[in-house]
Every structure is written in structure tokens, then in C-alpha cells.
């Protein structure tokens, strides 16, 4: 079945420490993004990347980074530069369609000790 | 800039209740309109959309219309169900954005008991 992966689900990490956070598609999108879920709030995004090779900041940018290599794949480091690191974390992405429609991941958990 | 406002919840009802979520939205020109569902742990779901004025969107007995003239975007459901509760989120993308970049609402919480 097509859609998006995200690994790990559930991450632990001590401060101090960059973590990679996987997402992978086979819908054959072009566009990828991340956004971030604090308890009880909306999404606000990190980066997002429209073609392979490129990526912009979002509203959000400082202390993560990414890269998108392959039109599947657009990971997320957060590093140690991050300040509250413990968040959910989604991926979404969205093909060639003009309505705007995002597909998203299952989320991955992160939590700093 | 862009900017979409919901109702702040929780919002708690009893089942076969009527459910009305506000959503309001500031944009220049013409944005699609969305409703995302988030179910416990996991991603979002589109659950309707709407990409011009007067157009209702509709799905698994949800519904939205798009006011232009109010800048609305209200979702109805006329008889939740315990499935039903979830985080529901309003979102728009305006057309002449790059990436086509979204904007959401702060999500609404909704709880459904039996």
C-alpha cells in the first residue's frame, strides 16, 4: 500500500545528543514536509522540501536540519542546538495536485531525559 | 499573513449529539480549506476540503462550507459516535503560496461519550 513511514515511533534521547528521524513515501510525491506538535497545539512547520536536492526553512528551522537526497526519503536531525527538543514530530507530503492536500506520517515521539 | 482560528476545546458531548466546530480564516485571495482528523497517537487525516466559495465539503457524515463572505469554514456532524472523538484541525493553502505550505488551527479536542 502506498503512503508515508515514519521510524522510530517512540525516541528517547539525553540532552546533548542529535537524534535522525526517518520518513519515507512511495506515493511518488514531489514535496515534503515536517511540522511539529506540542501537547495541546497546533502544527507548526520546520522545513519542507519541494523537488530533490533542495529544502527551505519553515517557521520553526532553528536547531534541526534535513536533507532530501532521494524523492523518497526526507530525514530529520534534531540536534543538540534544538532548545525543547520533546515533541511529536509528523512528515507529510503532497504530489502534484493544486489543492493543497497533504499525506501524512503516523508521527514519531521524541523524548529528551 | 495567513492565519486560521478555531474553537478551543475540549469539547465534550454525549453520543448521537450535534457537533458544530467554529473555524475562521484570514487570507488574501482565494485559499483551499481543509479539515484534518487526529486520532490518538497517531498522524492527521484529510477528512474534507473545500477549494472555492460556496463549495461544501463532506465525508463520513461531516460537513463544511466555505463562506467567503464570512471567511468561515464551521464543521457539523449531526450524531457523533464514540469514534468520533478525536483532535480535528481547520487548515488553509492559499494558492499562490510556494511549496504550498499550510496553515492550521490550533486543533479542537473532542471527546464522545456514550
Known amino acids: 500500500d502506498g503512503g508515508i513511514t515514519q521510524s522510530p515511533k517512540y525516541l528517547f534521547r539525553k540532552e546533548g545528543q542529535n537524534v535522525t528521524l526517518s520518513c519515507e513515501q512511495n506515493?511518488?510525491?514531489?514535496?515534503m514536509y515536517w511540522y511539529r506538535q506540542d501537547p495541546g497545539q497546533g502544527l507548526r512547520l520546520i522545513y519542507y522540501?519541494?523537488?530533490?536536492?533542495?529544502?527551505q526553512k519553515g517557521d520553526i528551522a532553528e536547531g534541526y536540519s534535513v536533507s532530501r537526497e532521494k524523492k523518497e526519503s526526507f530525514p530529520l536531525t534534531v540536534t543538540s542546538a534544538q532548545k525543547n527538543p520533546t515533541a511529536f514530530y509528523l512528515c507529510?507530503?503532497?504530489?502534484?495536485?493544486?489543492?493543497?492536500?497533504?499525506?501524512f506520517g503516523e508521527g514519531s515521539r521524541l523524548t529528551v531525559l | 499573513g495567513n492565519s486560521v482560528t478555531q474553537m478551543e476545546g475540549p469539547v465534550t458531548l454525549s453520543e448521537e449529539a450535534f457537533l458544530t466546530i467554529n473555524c475562521t480564516y484570514t487570507?488574501?485571495?482565494?485559499?483551499?480549506l481543509f479539515w484534518y482528523v487526529q486520532y490518538p497517537g497517531e498522524g492527521l487525516q484529510l477528512l474534507l476540503k473545500?477549494?472555492?466559495?460556496?463549495d461544501k465539503g463532506s465525508n463520513k457524515g461531516f460537513e463544511a462550507t466555505y463562506r467567503k463572505e464570512t471567511t468561515s469554514f464551521h464543521l457539523e456532524k449531526g450524531s457523533v459516535q464514540v469514534s468520533d472523538s478525536a483532535v480535528y484541525f481547520c487548515?488553509?493553502?492559499?494558492?499562490?503560496?510556494?511549496?504550498?505550505?499550510?496553515?492550521f488551527g490550533g486543533g479542537t479536542r473532542v471527546l464522545v461519550k456514550p
Open positions: 473545500a477549494t472555492k466559495a460556496d
Open positions: 487570507a488574501t485571495g482565494y485559499p483551499s
Open positions: 506515493l511518488n510525491h514531489d514535496a
Open positions: 522540501s519541494q523537488i530533490v536536492n533542495d529544502f
Open positions: 507529510a507530503s503532497k504530489g502534484g495536485a493544486r489543492t493543497g492536500e497533504l499525506f
Open positions: 487548515a488553509l493553502s492559499p494558492r499562490e503560496a510556494a511549496g504550498n505550505k499550510l496553515t
